[in-house]
T-cell receptor, first 115, second 116 residues
Framework: NAGVMQNPRHLVRRRGQEARLRCSPM?????VYWYRQLPEEGLKFMVY????????ESGMPKERFSAEFPKEGPSILRIQQVVRGDSAAYFC?????????????FGPGTRLTVT | AQSVAQPEDQVNVAEGNPLTVKCTYS??????LFWYVQYPNRGLQFLLK??????LVKGSYGFEAEFNKSQTSFHLKKPSALVSDSALYFC??????????????FGKGTHLIIQP
């Protein structure tokens, strides 16, 4: 059973470009979470999605950031007009249920560098 | 709002000695508590969790953690450290009363260094 997959693993963008990060949850998991990790910091929750629904986006910046989890295909975290401060590792996690009883399984992350 | 504190940026332990990585939390309701480990350039790996029941929780790789409600702590422990335990450890909490965000709230992490 493949784990959570994220691609690309490394992404370099110039300021003002768009970044698209993809996450395929574990088989059988329908809940996806996105986190951002800045250097020497813990992970910060960004958004929680189920298929075709955003459940909680309280951690998402108000501008330039969006996320989706379509009925078919991976979840996408999209950052428009990237700035240097967006440079970070972005982790996706999945769980089989939104119930707090289940731990979240993390992908290897996408390291975004904005030049 | 929920929060997690890991008071030590780094913990150094000699191989074979017991280790403790500290974690305290703050939630408005009852907590779900987790420990994760991160190796360089890798994602987080789940170690153990406390949901309810026995305060002493056993997890992967010989790790265990003790939930202490009065001290709002959830310290990670291992009786005998291995060099391969060297990594970055994160404590996380979720307030299952539903008052917080749906994601986990993480501490800043503790670098555990096991010296041969």
């Amino acid at each position: 059973n493949a784990g959570v997959m994220q691609n690309p693993r490394h992404l370099v963008r110039r300021r003002g470009q768009e970044a698209r990060l993809r996450c395929s949850p574990m088989k059988g998991h329908s809940h996806v979470y996105w986190y951002r990790q800045l250097p020497e910091e813990g992970l910060k929750f960004m958004v929680y999605l189920q298929k075709e629904n955003i459940i909680d986006e309280s951690g998402m910046p108000k501008e330039r950031f969006s996320a989706e989890f379509p009925k078919e295909g991976p979840s996408i975290l999209r950052i428009q007009q990237v700035v240097r401060g967006d440079s970070a590792a972005y982790f996706c996690a999945s769980s089989p249920s939104g119930s707090d009883l289940y731990e979240q399984y993390f992908g290897p992350g996408t390291r975004l560098t904005v030049t | 709002a929920q929060s997690v504190a890991q008071p030590e940026d780094q913990v150094n332990v000699a191989e074979g000695n017991p280790l403790t990585v500290k974690c305290t939390y703050s939630v408005s309701g009852n907590p779900y508590l987790f420990w994760y480990v991160q190796y360089p350039n890798r994602g987080l790996q789940f170690l153990l969790k406390y949901i309810t029941g026995d305060n002493l929780v056993k997890g992967s790789y010989g790790f265990e953690a003790e939930f202490n409600k009065s001290q709002t702590s959830f310290h990670l422990k291992k009786p005998s450290a291995l060099v391969s335990d060297s990594a970055l450890y994160f404590c996380a909490v979720r307030d299952f009363s539903g008052g917080g965000a749906d994601g986990l709230t993480f501490g800043k992490g503790t670098h555990l260094i096991i010296q041969p």
